[in-house]
């Protein structure tokens, strides 16, 4: 299950992706195409190339200028990054215009790269694979709902079925409604009701993918106090998801709370996305909503992966890119999991395949603050995992790696560790966090966070004892202050602390 650090961090030379959407006009810049690229620039500009495209046809000149002027920056940036190799992508707005192949001809001129127009259900593939790249075994329906369209998809593991494009955009709604949301709604329900595919969602999970569903999200948190500001994976149990949209279908946008946390361009169209969302969880009934930051340009870079890089665990990967960049001696942090193995296999506590990988993603993660004066290193860990760019893990899970970490650094003393981010695990979850940070106090007193050393020194339990052995030439190890730890560990797994010195 563990990533080696050998090898790591080899990502090759930066992509970048610019995506030319109905809505806006992006280009994210990636250090390089790994299981978990890591953007390094992400630039947005508000267009609205899908503006009165099915009413009137055609594109606007003035959306059309704000485009090109966007990718001709584009081009300059991508220059001064020493990018050369530059995917342009061009979906829904670009698709329906009359005057759609002359633009992108022009943009073609604009970027010196040729402009791949994506279908409608090739999108929904795309997208469903970026969910696929960012969410771990994902299990549901995927809706990427841009300015011009409405993708929907089944994603379960690696397989995908069922696509389908309707164009059911915020843009496109605006236009066909009249910007009357009660005939968008009729407009909705009859598209929506033509698509079966909703119908396999039934207590599985929505994963949200799109501009306006993010801002609805991030609206959702802010009204809630959410204690940790990261929208990727963030979870809106469904019903909570369905009274939010119709308050924001009844509301002028101008008047919800933390308004100004959303663009002024996209407010208008948060009453087109709450009702879509409303629809999809009357007809689809979900388990829960899902909110992706990742999508259709994640979804390029997975696609261009190796059969092998797509099966890692991206979590792993990323947690293992920050062990070599930031741990003292990264072989250490696999010593400290195999470490950990054997103390968990010989405790009786019961541990799941999902908690092994956590823990295994926690030791990678935990010299990562080391740098810090030493008040501050469990407060600085804590920060840097909580909000690092993880993906493959949940809002509980990122927890449980932050409180690991930081009950390493700061004690046991719950009152000294983020009260905040401890309401997002489980009464589970935070047992475990503290009996891996115990463990790990015990194992950077033995081992200086250097390798080699606690192969070793096994922690075992057996016979009601937690025993750690030592080897003659470790024995002056043993001291009260190690001692001390040990018994914090032995107490909170209900076992006899003992230290055992081998011949």
């Known amino acids: 299950m563990l990533h080696s650090a050998q090898g790591r961090l080899k990502v090759g030379d930066p992509i970048a992706i610019i995506d030319i959407g109905s809505n806006s006009v992006r280009l994210v ?3 390089g195409n790994v299981r978990a690229p890591t953007p390094i620039f992400n630039e947005k500009v508000m267009c609205g190339l899908g503006r009165n495209v099915l009413s009137t046809g055609r594109l606007s000149e003035d959306a059309m200028s704000k485009a090109l002027a966007a990718l001709a920056r584009y081009r300059v940036l991508c220059d001064t990054m020493g990018i050369s190799e530059v ?23 604009v970027t010196g790269r040729k402009v791949e127009l994506i279908p409608g259900k090739r999108e929904a593939r795309l ?22 369209s409405l993708e929907l998809i089944d994603v379960k593991g690696h397989r995908l079925t069922g696509a389908v494009s309707l164009q059911l955009g915020g843009l496109a709604l605006q236009d066909q409604s009249g910007g009357n949301l ?4 009729k407009i909705v329900r009859k598209a929506l009701g033509e698509a079966p595919l909703l119908a396999a969602a039934k207590g599985r999970a929505f994963y949200a993918v799109g501009g306006t569903w993010r801002s609805l999200a991030r609206l959702h948190m802010k009204q809630r106090g959410y204690p940790l500001h990261v929208m990727h994976n963030y979870v809106i149990p469904t019903r909570d998801a369905e009274d939010f949209a119709r308050l924001v279908e009844r509301v002028e946008a101008e ?44 979804g390029v870079l997975y696609e261009q992966l190796d059969e092998a890089q797509r099966h890692e665990d991206p979590l792993l990967a990323m947690a293992g890119d920050l062990n070599v960049l930031r741990s003292r001696a990264p072989k250490h942090g696999e010593d400290l999991a195999r470490w950990t193995d054997a103390l968990m296999a010989s405790s009786g506590l019961d541990e799941t395949a999902d908690e092994k990988r956590l823990r295994h993603a926690a030791c990678l993660l935990a010299d990562i ?11 600085q860990s804590l920060n840097i995992i909580a909000h690092a760019g993880f993906i493959g893990i949940d809002h509980p899970g990122r927890a449980y790696l932050a409180l690991a970490v930081a009950y390493r650094h700061m004690g046991l003393n719950d009152d000294d560790v983020s009260p ?26 033995l081992s200086a966070a250097m390798p080699g050393v606690l192969g070793r020194t096994p922690l075992l339990c057996h016979a009601g004892l937690l025993d750690l052995t030592l080897p003659p030439d470790f024995a002056p190890l043993a001291s009260d202050r190690l001692f001390n730890r040990l018994k914090q560990l032995a107490r909170i797994i209900g076992r006899t602390p003992n230290i055992t010195f081998a011949d």
């Not at 969410?135 to 549901?140: L, N, V």
């Not at 009660?182 to 709604?185: E, T, V």
């Not at 308004?259 to 948060?270: D, G, W």
């Open 29 to 31: 810049a990636y250090e």
């Open 369 to 379: 603050g080391w740098r810090a004066h030493p008040e501050y290193r469990g407060e």
């Open 127 to 148: 997208s469903a694979l970026g969910i696929v790249s960012g969410i771990w075994k994902p299990d549901g329906i995927v809706g990427d709902m841009g300015g011009g």
């Open 182 to 185: 009660k005939k968008a709604l």
């Open 87 to 109: 995917r342009v992508l061009a979906t829904a707005a670009a698709r329906d215009a009359s005057n759609g192949a002359a633009f992108l001809s022009e943009c073609e001129r």
């Open 420 to 445: 905040r981010l401890r309401e997002l695990a489980s009464t589970r979850m935070i047992d475990r966090a503290r009996i891996l940070g115990a463990a790990m106090r015990v194992a950077y007193l």
């Open 255 to 298: 008047t919800l709370d933390s308004i100004e946390t959303v663009s002024a361009q996209r407010r208008p169209l948060l009453g087109y996305g709450a009702l879509v969302l409303e629809q999809i969880i009357k007809i689809a009934k979900p388990s829960e909503i899902v909110v992706s930051a990742l999508g259709v340009r994640e």
